[in-house]
């Protein structure tokens, strides 16, 4: 099993930046791909961004250029610094680790929440 705890967010004012972390636990060395997710009220979940193991990225259109997510396999870390925030980023982020340890092969946290005030 692999658990994950997210850290980092709360109430900002727009044209702000907050930095949410992820911590991994468990059978980590399992985890290929990490990355994050967002879901705001009455939306589906949808993707923010992802990184390999060998840090390649995929950005959603709407945060590519305002956010960026790395990941520190020596702390077993995965971060979204996400700067410019605009009121449209208001939601729970979730981190997700792809992981063969983890029920369809996806571990998820119990998620964050980000609000973003005009």
């Known amino acids: 099993q692999v658990q994950l705890v997210e850290s980092g967010g709360g109430l900002v004012q727009a044209g702000g930046s907050l930095r949410l972390s992820c911590a991994p636990s468990?059978?980590?060395?399992?985890?290929?791909?990490m990355g994050w997710y967002r879901q705001a009220p009455g939306k589906q979940r949808e993707l923010v961004a992802t990184?390999?193991?060998?840090?390649?990225?995929v950005f959603a259109d709407s945060v590519q250029g305002r956010f960026t997510i790395s990941r520190d396999n020596a702390k077993n870390m995965v971060y979204l610094q996400m700067n410019n925030l605009k009121p449209d980023d208001t939601a729970v982020y979730y981190c997700?680790?792809?992981?063969?340890?983890?029920?369809?092969?996806?571990?998820w946290g119990k998620g964050t929440l980000v609000t973003v005030s005009s």
């Open positions: 997700n680790a792809v992981t063969v340890a983890c029920r369809g092969m996806n571990c």
């Open positions: 468990g059978s980590i060395f399992t985890i290929t791909t």
């Open positions: 990184i390999t193991r060998r840090g390649s990225t």
